[in-house]
T-cell receptor, first 113, second 110 residues
Framework: EAGVAQSPRYKIIEKRQSVAFWCNPI?????LYWYQQILGQGPKLLIQ????????DSQLPKDRFSAERLKGVDSTLKIQPAKLEDSAVYLC???????????FGSGTRLTVV | KNEVEQSPQNLTAQEGEFITINCSYS?????LHWLQQHPGGGIVSLFM???GKKKHGRLIATINIQEKHSSLHITASHPRDSAVYIC????????????FGKGTKLSVKP
């Protein structure tokens, strides 16, 4: 079974620039999560999708962050414009409709300079 | 107070030592996960528990639902076990979100 694919692996941008991350979950997994992990902290949920609908985006900074999962499969997370404090690892995870399994991608390490 | 507390925050051990990492939580959960994160960011799921005990190789995870406490043990530790170990609890059923602890940074010296 292929894992959760994320790209790019690393990204360095200047503040006020835009950036986009991509995630392809495990085939058949209905639920997709985007997490932000700042250095030294545990991951924090940004947004949760169930198929192509949003379940929870209460912690997504909507003035600059957006995410979509148009066909209920892969997803993109965008930051526009980026701030220094957005430097973090952005993790994507997916889980099936039934059961409690959770699979994480390798993450995208973003550095904003 | 965080909903998921891990201890210790940092742990240095000599190769071969028995290691214990603890996790306490204050919310009702449907499952608890132990995760391993190596430098570079990727997270690997080690265990998912809702009761009792699980063992995989040199790793053992236990959970006490009544006391809201879980432990991760590593027997005969090895330098390749060096990583951050994260406890995460699932709230709200099988489609619920994970709440993460801050992680325990383990360094095993040869």
């Amino acid at each position: 079974e292929a894992g959760v694919a994320q790209s790019p692996r690393y990204k360095i941008i200047e503040k006020r620039q835009s950036v986009a991350f991509w995630c392809n979950p495990i085939s058949g997994h209905a639920t997709l999560y985007w997490y932000q992990q700042i250095l030294g902290q545990g991951p924090k949920l940004l947004i949760q999708f169930q198929n192509n609908g949003v379940v929870d985006d209460s912690q997504l900074p909507k003035d600059r962050f957006s995410a979509e999962r148009l066909k209920g499969v892969d997803s993109t997370l965008k930051i526009q414009p980026a701030k220094l404090e957005d430097s973090a690892v952005y993790l994507c995870a997916s889980s099936p409709d039934r059961g409690y399994g959770y699979t994480f991608g390798s993450g995208t390490r973003l550095t904003v300079v | 107070k965080n909903e998921v507390e891990q201890s210790p925050q940092n742990l240095t051990a000599q190769e071969g030592e028995f290691i214990t990492i603890n996790c306490s939580y204050s919310v009702g959960i449907s499952a608890l996960h132990w995760l391993q994160q190596h430098p570079g960011g990727g997270i690997v799921s080690l265990f998912m528990l809702s009761s009792g005990k699980k063992k995989h190789g040199r790793l053992i995870a236990t959970i006490n639902i009544q006391e809201k406490h879980s432990s991760l043990h590593i027997t005969a530790s090895h330098p390749r076990d060096s990583a951050v170990y994260i406890c995460a609890v699932r709230v709200g059923g099988s489609q619920g979100n994970l709440i993460f602890g801050k992680g325990t940074k383990l360094s095993v010296k040869p």
